[in-house]
């Protein structure tokens, strides 16, 4: 059972254009995170969402997290080549004695220039 | 800074054969993980470990099993491997395994069984 569906699966957009990742659930996380994943490389943490709402900023990249903590979306602005990768949302799902990482199947960004 | 390492980068495996991906992290972190990721699947939990000495089973456990002697290393092994095996193999770790704990993954093992 996926826990966390991605939209679009793939994107491919000209350098300068906007664009917004979705991240859904029907399952309530209490944080959610969003990692990108370059061509042979493991995925990199670009940020951790806590607090329903919340709205943080990473230079020209945009992630909130839904008031009712089941969704996020990741909004570029002005895309450039080097934002080209997969983008994954992972939510931590408890697991036994602790917490595990719950991953969405990814978004695919190709920016051209 | 090394973080995760990974070895071997890539591998070609028989069938039926017994192989051993390794996983070394020097951030002594208490909680590592392994995932593997396939196209159309995303990223799954094969095994995790809580701490040194313990682990535990993720969502597609069947086939690998792992071992924590110590801190550092987290083997994975693939005791008879399976062509449904061939996948791209991460390693993982975080300080702990608490909620919205960051993860640090390796580079990947590809490993494909023919």
């Known amino acids: 059972t996926q826990l966390l569906e991605q939209s679009p699966q793939f994107l491919s957009i000209q350098e300068g254009e906007n664009l917004t990742v979705y991240c859904n659930s029907s399952s309530v996380f209490s944080s959610l995170q969003w990692y990108r994943q370059e061509p042979g490389e493991g995925p990199v943490l670009l940020v951790t969402?806590?607090?329903?709402?919340e709205v943080k900023k990473l230079k020209r990249l945009t992630f909130q997290f839904g008031d009712a903590r089941k969704d996020s979306s990741l909004h570029i602005t002005a895309a450039q080549p080097g934002d080209t990768g997969l983008y994954l949302c992972?939510?931590?799902?408890?697991?036994?004695?602790?917490?595990?990482?719950?991953f969405g199947k990814g978004t695919s960004l190709l920016v051209t220039p | 800074i090394a973080g995760i390492t990974q070895a071997p980068t890539s591998q070609i495996l028989a069938a039926g054969r017994r192989m051993t991906l390794r996983c070394t992290q020097d951030m002594r972190h208490n909680a590592m993980y392994w995932y593997r990721q396939d196209l159309g699947l995303g990223l799954r939990l094969i095994h995790y470990s809580n701490t040194a000495g313990t682990t535990g089973k993720g969502e597609v456990p069947d086939g690998y099993s792992v071992s924590r002697a110590n801190t550092d290393d987290f083997p994975l092994t693939l005791a008879s491997a399976v062509p449904s095996q061939t996948s791209v193999y991460f390693c993982?770790?975080?300080?702990?395994?608490?909620?919205?704990?960051?993860?640090?993954f390796g580079s990947g093992t590809q490993l494909s069984v023919l």
């Open positions: 992972a939510g931590a799902t408890p697991w036994n004695s602790g917490y595990a990482l719950n």
């Open positions: 969402v806590v607090t329903g709402g």
């Open positions: 993982a770790s975080s300080d702990s395994s608490g909620d919205g704990e960051k993860l640090f």
